[in-house]
């Protein structure tokens, strides 16, 4: 006990801000001395001292290896008088919700001593303060939170030292009590008995800074949750919206498969893969890029209504709106074309805004976004020339003047890159995909099917039954991101197999293109065109045996496919990035 009184001595000067800060976490309307009992000496503070604690920096590596080393030494007290500071359980019989829910009727001084009324919780103490004979903590659990009311009189033993003693912000803690509310009204537990559950070692952010610095948060994603709980909400409607998807395609007759993550050829879309080496079959193995394929098969072998809700994985770029995994559903159904797709698309976007909103209008960002049905359904085309005024219907196949219309309309523009990428493309379709993604895909705010893609940037969909040159595919899109991506499937496998070749040959030029501009630096490849691209052979072989005509949400070139649950999160959780969505996004590693 003495080594811990000379501990707290030598690191007091730079620990106290902490103390102060713990000790108001949650409640700032008296300014009253304050009892704080680190190990067994006694320090007081003064109001004055509490609010300067308030514009404090967070804590410092240094204060928090010296907090950490005194609670350690708490670890030890407490295993001394024969306790376990890492419980094996605690019998809950509530939880806080439930307690505000069932005593809201409670009037203020009331307090309830029947034995139904004994109740037990267990949860993380997010504050605390101590006025002599009576402590006062604020316990948090995944429902929300609610006071405990220590008061020495009616806690056995010598449990209101130990509490004031061994008990810090952080603690998980259970307590059992009866019911009481306050003078002022709070609903609390009136504690007859706790213990810790598990000792927290490391101090929690300053509750007026908070978890400030994005990076971290994203890193310790748990710690975030601790000290932003509005944080833990988005993955709770993250879970409703995964479970509203569920509901409305099993309710349509759609039965949920699994397909292989592990798989001989990355097929499905042209993205770079994740590449990993199978010990005892000797050979390279990839990460899924695409649920496509493998989902067809189950249509070859006499399913109609198939689903996955999976992980995909992309060897590619990271930011605000692209992880290299993430979380798509892709849907097909035998004997229906992308029409189908476009009134399903509704059907599982509405009723995941009405699961957690209760409503189909909704802020994203400050813009109002209405979900009510039916949904703008418009050409690329036309898009394209509402909003460029470059009418790609009049240059037929000629590359070359469809690139001179485009440079004289839209140059002024353009910077340096986007103009490369104009003058890269390699067919008129393609050319006009980029003037697309350019200009008209930031201002598709508002839910939006864009119809008919070129046939050279969808090698999967069935060619368009009136329109040579296009395919029957829609991609939607709402706050100008792209939520989902389908098709009517392409079924004839001797066409399939001659745009998959054509693919490769393209994907081949690119790489040529790349190793001759000397554009691969240091031994690092060029992340979009070095990887390799094959053929599926046996989904070739599948579609010989005949695949009926059918739609799907499915791949989309280039990072999602199928319908991006993780951008559909941020949409209805108002999050401006993936990472937000994410619980534990992957990152750059740390300097």
Partial sequence: MVEAVKLLNLTWQPLKNHFFHCSTYAFRRKPRTLLIRASSSTT?????????????????????????????????????????????????????????????????????NSENDHVSIAGRIIARRAFGKLAFLTLRDDSGTIQLYCEKERLVDDQFEQLKAHVDIGDILGAKGT????????????????????????????????????DKRYRQ????????????????????????????????GYVEVETPVLQGAAGGAEARPFVTYHNSLGRDLYLRIATELHLKRM???????????GRIFRNEGISTRHNPEFTTIEMYEAYSDYQSMMNLAEEIVTQCALA???KLTIDYQGVEICLEKPWRRETMHNLVKEISGIDFNEFGNDLEVAKQATLSSVENNLD?????????????????????????????IQPTFVLDYPIEISPLAKPHRRSTGLTER?????CGRELGNAF?????????????EDQVKQHEKKRAAVSANGDKKEGIENDDDSYEVTLDEDFLTALEYGMPPASGMLLRVYYFQGLGIDRLVMLLTNSPGIRDVIPFPVLKVQQ
Wanted: charged residues 30%.
């Fill in 44 to 112: 007081a503070a003064s109001g004055r001292n509490r609010r300067s604690s308030a514009s404090s920096p967070a804590t410092s590596t240094s204060d928090r290896e010296a907090i950490r080393a005194i609670r350690l030494k708490k670890v030890e007290e407490i295993k001394s008088k024969g306790l376990n500071p890492y419980a094996y359980e605690w019998n809950k019989t509530h939880s806080a919700q439930q307690l505000q829910d069932i005593y809201k009727d409670l009037e203020n001084g009331e307090e309830t």
């Fill in 416 to 444: 340096s890159k986007d103009k490369a990428s104009i003058e890269a493309c390699q067919s008129v379709g393609h050319l006009l995909s980029e003037v697309f993604e350019l200009f008209v895909e930031p201002k598709l």
């Fill in 356 to 358: 957690v909103h209760g």
């Fill in 488 to 500: 009517s499937e392409l079924t004839d496998p001797i066409d399939q197999r001659r745009r998959l």
């Fill in 474 to 478: 829609f991609e939607l899109f709402i």
């Fill in 299 to 309: 249509l070859v072998g006499g399913f109609e209504k198939v689903y996955e809700i």
């Fill in 179 to 214: 019911i009481k509310r306050t003078e002022k009204g709070e609903l609390s537990v009136c504690v007859l008995s706790f213990a810790i559950l598990t000792k927290s070692l490391l101090p929690l952010p300053d509750k007026y800074h908070g978890l400030t610095d994005i």
């Fill in 221 to 252: 994603r748990y710690v975030d949750m601790i000290a932003n709980p509005d944080v833990a909400d988005v993955f709770r409607k993250r879970a409703k919206i995964v479970s509203g998807i569920r509901r409305t395609m099993d309710s349509l």
